[in-house]
């Protein structure tokens, strides 16, 4: 962890520049008729979950280029989480993915103690190989052709539940790696009917106060078609497998221009929203970081799930899932925290009065306008009040720069390798 005095220092400098920014916005927004304060406390009680693997330098199918002090353990990766989750206050939860990050459970409770964190979602893999695996997942896991192979993707699952179970974890999400790369291949039918009888399997060894999160990705590993495409299949299964399984939806998982938002109303709607891997995409990746390309549709999401608050039952898992290439991942991953805070800051000041009524009145512009100047807000003061309230950095990246943590776990860390491609 960092040095509380660092933290602290850097915040003395810069707090009263902040407090002045602070209270001229909190003014702005008054006569907007909105309670900064208010505002402020909703977003110093979100939180978003790191995924264990985030903080490791991903790569691409070229190459993978690692960074100085990379963690080797998921002890490490905690250490780093910890820190993420201590400059910005916004990360409290990890989720971790196995056989990756496989340990004795006592241990890694023990270390999230140390390092203030908690487990969010368990991800199965079933789209690798491991050392000394019986059958292999080259041609699929869940809707292989194999009964054998399917029944050890299956157990994988039921393991990854039994370890989350002694971690305080409460969701499984599935992975797969299943589709084809040439038409005819497969059948589509009977590949789905495969995936269904084996999802069916996983779900019936899940505890009664857990969800299951499937999550649609209409290309990659498989290039011509996956088994969970769309949010059509997606919202599929969650039908066919009962009222603890949801959909999760991932940003960077759909073509360009497709309208994500509307994609989070129907799901909302449907009941069946389980959460968020939130990352951002230029073209068909799923890897850059939350809010690099297109804070707007960010903002666009947030603002159907302000709306959709207080909705019985309403209770989406947020995530990031990226993948740093070129930058250090911890400081991707404070940004991107901090990316969705400021999503989700402006979607709570759209006047939703106004926008009702411009909506019943078909004024098109206005409503767009209504949505307009929420975004436009700079609410940086809010999210930096946030942190400063509760002992976080006001700016955690130069702050975790000044602290040399990344100089200083790389004395005692391995250096990577970094031969072959990466995740993806
Ligand atoms: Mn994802």
Redesign the pocket.
């Known amino acids: 962890m960092i040095d509380k005095s660092t933290i602290t220092a850097a915040n003395e400098a810069a707090e009263a520049a902040l407090r002045a920014d602070y209270d001229a916005l909190g003014e702005h927004l008054s006569r907007r008729g909105i309670d900064i304060a208010a505002v402020k406390d909703k977003v110093a009680a979100y939180g978003i979950a790191i ?1 264990s693997w985030g903080v490791g330098t991903g790569g691409t199918r070229f190459a993978r280029f690692p960074g100085t002090g990379e963690p080797a353990t998921i002890f490490d990766k905690l250490d780093d989480c910890g820190v993420i989750h201590q400059l910005t206050g916004a990360t409290p939860r990890v989720s971790l993915h196995i056989p990756w990050d496989d340990a004795d459970p006592a241990d890694l409770f023990a270390k999230a103690e140390e390092t203030g964190l908690a487990f969010d979602a368990m991800n199965s893999n079933t789209f690798q190989d491991q050392p000394g695996q019986a059958h292999s997942y080259k041609f699929g896991s869940l809707s292989h052709t194999d009964a054998a192979t399917r029944a050890q993707a299956v157990e994988h699952n039921l393991y990854c539940i039994e370890l989350g179970r002694k971690i305080g974890s409460k969701a499984l ?1 599935i ?1 797969v790696g299943d589709g084809s790369n040439f038409p005819g291949q497969t059948s589509f039918t009977r590949q789905f009917d495969r995936y269904l009888d084996s999802a069916r399997q996983i779900y019936a060894g899940l505890p009664d106060d857990w969800r299951l999160f499937t ?1 649609h ?1 209409m290309f990659e590993p498989a290039f011509y078609s996956t088994v969970v495409q769309d949010w059509g299949t997606n919202y599929m299964i969650a039908q066919a497998l009962g009222e603890r399984a949801f959909c ?1 939806v ?1 940003l ?2 759909h073509a360009p221009n497709v309208n994500i938002e509307m994609i989070v109303a129907r799901l909302i709607h449907a009941g069946k929203l389980g959460g968020f ?1 939130f ?1 951002d995409s230029k073209y068909g990746d ?1 890897d850059l970081d939350t809010g690099a390309i297109d804070p707007y549709r960010l903002f666009l999401v947030f603002n159907e799930l302000v709306d959709a608050e207080g909705t019985p039952g309403f209770d989406p898992a947020h ?1 990031l ?1 990226q993948s740093h290439n070129v930058t250090d991942p911890i400081e991707s991953l404070m940004n991107s925290a901090m990316e969705v805070q400021r999503a989700y800051a402006q979607a709570l000041l759209v006047d939703r009065g106004a926008l009702g009524g411009y909506q019943d009145d078909n004024d098109a512009l206005m409503a767009s306008e209504t949505l307009k100047a929420a975004f436009r807000t700079d609410v940086t003061p809010i999210l930096r009040m946030a942190r400063l309230d509760k002992g976080a950095a006001i700016d955690p990246v130069p702050a975790y720069r000044r602290s040399c943590y990344r100089a200083t776990v790389a004395e005692a860390r391995p250096k990577a390798d970094g031969s072959g491609g990466g995740i993806v």
């Open positions: 995924p999400t992975w999550e990705k999760l991932d960077g998982h891997h990352n799923d995530m899932d």
